[in-house]
C-alpha cells in the first residue's frame, strides 16, 4: 500500500466485508451458473478461490447448491435452453439474495448479441443487483462486483 487510494480501497473492501457479515451472517455463499459462456469468464471465477485471489478471506465461498446461495453469479451469453435453467436456479434460492451479472455477455449478449442463439441479457429474465464489465472481467473485478452487490450499488453501468 503506497497511497491513500489504496488504503481508501482496503477500507472499503473492510466495510462491504463488515456490512455481508451482519447481512448474510459469518460467511456469503455464491452460487455461480455459466448460461452460455465461451469458458473465459470460468477461468476467472476458477481463479477467485485460489491461494493468490484467495476470496475466503473475505467470507465469500462458492456453493454448488441454489438452496444454500446468497448470490447468484452469472457468467456467459444466455441460450433458450439456459433461460428456464437460470430461473429454476433462481427460485429455488433462499431469501434475500442477490444476483451479479459478469462480464459483457450476461450483461448484453456481448459478441454474441445478434445470435440467433442468444436469448437476450440476464436482467431480461431475474433481476440484477450489480453488473461487472470486462471480457473477461478480472478475478478483482469480480469480488468488486459481488462486495457492490451487497452493498446495494450496481457495480458498472451496463454499457461498459
Ligand atoms: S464476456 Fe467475454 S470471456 Fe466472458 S463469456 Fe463472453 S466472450 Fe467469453
Redesign the pocket.
Known sequence: MDNKSDWNELDAEKQAASRLRRIFGKSLHVRHIDVG?????ESEVLALSNPYYNFHRLGLFFTASPRQADVLLV???MTPTMKPILMETYEAMPKPRLVVAA???AIHG???ANSRQFAGPVESVIPVDAFIP???PTPYALINGILAAVNGREGVTRDA
Open positions: 459462456s465461451c469458458n473465459a469468464c457468467t456467459g451469453a462480464g459483457v455477455c456481448g459478441v454474441f470486462g471480457c473477461p
